[in-house]
């Protein structure tokens, strides 16, 4: 992390998981083991049937609230898809695009990831850009180059003032659900290549500013450590987000030198 130039956040995926009635008691565990922190924005990314609830659960604990994902249409005949207009309508403050279960099941290709981002920062909604290779790729080495052109790809056509609001999220897909994390070292290596790839495009400033978030099995035990690195300013974590108490311990972690 590096506080100095860029903010921390923490942003919990809950995925197709919870449900409306239980976001009270988890949010009383949450408040309970929660630090007071001012230096990390804590996001909780759910299913967008519960953000409502999620916005007046949340509200004591200073969670803002997030959506997993988003239509690139504005509004119309899009039967089941929700816009952005409609997220920021109900309070969404953050929004995931491009994960890589979306990737997998729904077929979203890097210009759909693009078009989302856009559609999300008219709205003046952050979007979480995720980005990360399959085992195979990095087995061929091919990490870096793959995981280049996709932030190209997500970035197309956002100019420096909307690259303020995005943020990147690393997520080697081998390590998401997995249990397998990836090391501290390999995270800030792909984390501080894509400060790199944003930095050839926009310059040191704007680069500098962006935070990049490390996904992919981050738990209560290994947060520290990854959370440690100096190009890797937060976390989207999936399982552990479902747990308070792990969940806190995770934002704890931010509050490391
Ligand atoms: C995710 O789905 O974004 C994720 C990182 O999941 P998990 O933490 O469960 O690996």
Same mark, same amino acid.
């Given at each position: 992390m590096n506080r100095k130039y860029r903010k921390t956040i923490i942003a919990g @995926?809950?995925?197709? @998981? !919870?449900?409306a009635s239980t976001i009270k008691p988890f949010m009383e565990e949450l408040k309970v083991n929660m630090p007071r922190t001012k230096t990390c924005d804590v996001v909780l990314c759910a299913p967008a049937i519960m953000v409502p609830a999620l916005i007046r659960a949340g509200k004591e604990c200073k969670i803002a609230s997030g959506a997993q994902d988003v239509s690139c249409?504005?509004?119309?005949?899009?039967?089941?898809e929700i816009s952005a207009t409609q997220l920021a309508d109900v309070g969404v403050k953050y929004c995931i695009v491009g994960h890589s279960e979306r990737r997998q099941y729904h077929g979203e290709d890097d210009m759909l990831v693009n078009a989302k981002a856009k559609a999300l920062l008219e709205k003046g909604i952050a979007p979480i850009i995720c980005v990360g290779e399959s085992l195979e790729q990095r087995e061929m080495d091919l990490t870096m180059e793959y995981v280049a052109y996709q932030v190209k790809a997500a970035l197309a056509g956002i100019d420096a003032t909307q690259l303020r609001r995005c943020v990147i999220a690393y997520e080697p897909i081998w390590a998401i659900g997995t249990g397998k994390t990836a090391t501290a070292e390999q995270a800030q290596e792909v984390c501080e290549g894509i400060r790199a790839v944003i930095r050839k495009i926009y310059g040191a400033r704007p680069a500098r500013a962006v935070s990049i978030l490390y996904g992919g099995s981050m738990n209560a035990k290994n947060a520290a450590e990854l959370l440690? !690195?100096? $190009?890797? $300013?937060g976390g989207l974590i999936g399982g552990a987000s479902l747990k308070p108490v792990d969940f806190a311990t995770i934002i704890a972690a931010t509050a490391q030198e």
């Open positions: @995926n809950w995925k197709m @998981n !919870q449900l249409f504005e509004k119309g005949a899009y039967t089941g440690a !690195q100096p $190009d890797i $300013d």
